[in-house]
């Protein structure tokens, strides 16, 4: 077998899906969701490893610096969509969370497989965005054998900046060489090889629990409200409005008063309408708290 799948688990074949192409549509989609009912248990093995990175990722960005995520094809697009879906919901700058995909933007709408293979490509998109030893890289690949990746991990931990990687292939290259390895063991994937799909997902599930965990303990969330998100929309302004009403028990109307006073920050809003403060003090609050709200108001 490992001749085969060359010692890569996400290579090997599935046996339940074997005859998939002779299923009629129904089953065929049953073999698909049975099997990825299995990631999230593959997920949950890894969490100890993710709860490193979590923390890893606080203390960069406390420190100044980034988290960048790295991967080529579908793993570098997943890298890219994490990152630029924090500053809508999470109201950070765009630069805090970084996704970079070898073959750059172009590679997010069309196959550039190729970039994959140079190792020095990795690392020159590194020093593109003038990467530093405060930083955190995060390396994503399904076989844990990616080139571009590898190279911008090696440049990475030769600044002495913490580096993770997210495979779902523990005996790799990439594994071996990160000082935080999260490798769920996905297995075969339905479709031999095609680690866009069992794969994936699990590196999407990891890719959430760690920029969502580092937005939590960054004071991004008060109970379970995304509290600074932006309202850059109708459908925005109105959940930022009904976060108002959760978090700070008044209607619906009165959150958008409050929110047009805080200068349609939500965050602010909420702790003007529970401590009676104009704008400005409670933004010198909020800062006083690190940002976070239930340290404006007594609240642990």
Do not use: W
């Not at 500053?87 to 997010?108: K, N, Q, R, S, W």
């Not at 593109?128 to 390396?139: E, P, R, S, T, Y």
């Not at 602010?268 to 404006?296: F, H, P, Y």
């Amino acid at each position: 077998m490992s001749g085969i799948t060359g010692g890569i688990p996400t290579e090997g074949r599935r046996a339940a899906s074997a005859d998939i192409d002779k299923a009629g549509t129904l089953e065929m989609l049953r073999i698909i969701n049975g099997r990825d009912k299995e990631i999230a248990f593959a997920v949950e093995k890894t969490l100890g490893q993710v709860a490193l990175a979590v923390e890893s990722g606080e203390r960069a960005i406390r420190a100044g610096g980034r988290v960048v995520y790295c991967g080529a094809g579908t793993s570098g697009r997943l890298g890219v969509l994490d990152a630029s879906e924090c500053p809508p919901t999470y109201g950070v700058p765009p630069e805090m969370f970084t996704g970079l995909i070898a073959g750059g933007i172009g590679a997010l709408l069309k196959s550039a497989e190729g970039a994959e293979d140079d190792p020095e490509l990795g690392k020159s998109d590194l020093m593109g965005i003038n990467f530093c030893a405060d930083d955190f890289l995060v390396g994503i690949a399904a076989s844990g054998r990616t080139p571009y990746v590898i190279g911008a991990m090696m440049y990475a931990k030769g600044l002495g900046a913490p580096v993770a990687a997210v495979t779902c292939h523990g005996g790799s290259e990439m594994a071996k060489l990160a000082d935080i390895s999260i490798a769920p063991d996905t297995g075969p994937e339905v479709i031999t090889g095609s680690t866009r799909m069992g794969a994936g997902t699990a590196q999407k599930m990891v890719l959430n629990m760690v920029s969502t965990g580092i937005m939590i303990k960054m004071g991004k969330v008060y109970g379970n409200l995304m509290v600074d998100l932006r309202p850059t929309n109708k459908k925005l302004e109105d959940r930022a409005r009904r976060i108002i009403c959760g978090a700070a028990g008044c209607d619906y109307r009165r959150a958008g008063e409050l929110l047009e006073l805080a200068g349609m920050n939500p965050k602010t809003a909420i702790v003007m309408e529970k401590t009676g403060l104009d704008r400005e003090n409670a933004q010198r609050l909020l800062d006083s708290s690190g940002g976070r709200i239930a340290g404006t108001c007594g609240e642990r």
